[in-house]
């Protein structure tokens, strides 16, 4: 069973409270995991920990301001048009937005500074892969392994996400919608961005959906997690002055984060190592739990031999 600490950081520049998390033993090296847009903390599963954990490390996980337990920016408007905004995106430029991705990074640098934490292993999923990138560039000597799951530097020219993936994301029910109509919708999105190759069954898409939102269903926070994206435009710049040992791991099947993406991730960051998994689209798959969680020690042992 695993011994589940939490608490709450505060993050000085912007009174910004965020949620954590805190598994195994305070004594073994500190891994953060970052998740992505519009996701809670949760989605990095007890299970997808506790493998880690057996293996020896602490692992923090946390919500992002704007989702799950951490603070909301209540009432902040993204401005501008969706469509002017990913063509910017498309060539790399940056947009106007309530807050970027770097402002996400130096969040989770808070976490760490909370904790007492000087140095940690960063793995980020999705847009927890961008901010995760961001903190290995602007504060290495905060940074020992680094993990890119299913992301993307949003480098000039990358070949966009399907249109039905990136709606499904962006694009829900009303938020005063039913509890019932709110996880049918999840159950779709589910369908549309997980890993064909392992599909989970529907009871478990259903009981994932409704542990979300019973915990904190904020929808509000989508916007502004996308502006953020689309706010720091291409992050190549951040990649190759990436000097911790790097691993990229995606699913061949993703059409919301193409692979594509993660060879760009790949090939701008010095001495990165690209893993591919067939049958994984934009999900952490149980039956991958083990060779995922071993690609990720296998990069922090690196650290431990050359650091």
């Known amino acids: 069973m695993l011994e589940i600490r939490s608490g709450y950081a505060h993050v000085p520049a912007s009174e910004i409270e965020l949620h954590y998390e805190d598994l195994g033993d305070v004594n073994d090296p500190p891994v953060l995991l970052i998740m992505g847009l519009g996701a809670q903390l949760v989605l990095w599963h007890n299970e997808f920990c506790g493998k880690l954990v057996e293996r020896g490390y602490r692992v923090i996980r946390y919500d992002n301001r704007d989702v799950g337990l951490s603070s909301k920016l209540h009432g902040q408007r993204h401005d501008g048009a969706l469509i002017p905004n990913l063509l910017r995106s498309f060539v790399g430029l940056p947009s106007k937005s ?11 640098v808070a976490l760490l500074d909370h904790l007492g934490i000087e140095r940690a292993h960063i793995v980020g ?47 829900g ?12 919708n999840s159950v779709r999105v589910s369908k549309i961005i997980g890993s064909p190759g392992y599909r989970k069954s529907e009871e478990q898409m259903r009981a994932d959906a409704g542990e979300a939102y019973d915990r904190a269903y904020y929808p509000q926070g989508i916007a502004r997690h996308f502006g953020a994206v689309l706010g720091s435009g291409s992050l190549r710049r951040y990649d190759t002055r990436i000097q911790a040992p790097t691993v990229v791991i995606h699913g061949n099947a993703d059409v919301l984060m193409r692979p594509a993406g993660g060879r760009a991730i790949a090939r701008a960051i010095p001495g990165a190592r690209l893993v591919l998994f067939d049958g994984m689209a934009h999900d952490l798959p149980e039956a991958l739990y083990d060779e995922i969680v071993g690609e990720l020690t296998a ?8 650091g």
Do not use: C, H, W
């Open 299 to 306: 990069t922090f042992a690196e650290f431990t031999r050359t």
């Open 173 to 184: 029910p009303s938020p005063d919608a039913p509890r019932e109509v709110i996880i049918e």
């Open 98 to 108: 309530v807050y970027r991705l770097e402002d996400m990074a130096d969040d989770a």
């Open 125 to 171: 999923a999705s847009m927890g892969g961008m901010i995760a990138q961001i903190l290995a560039a602007q504060y290495p000597e905060r940074t020992a392994g680094l993990g890119i799951i299913f992301s993307s530097n949003n480098s000039a020219l990358l070949p966009p996400p399907a249109p039905r993936a990136l709606l499904s994301l962006i694009k």
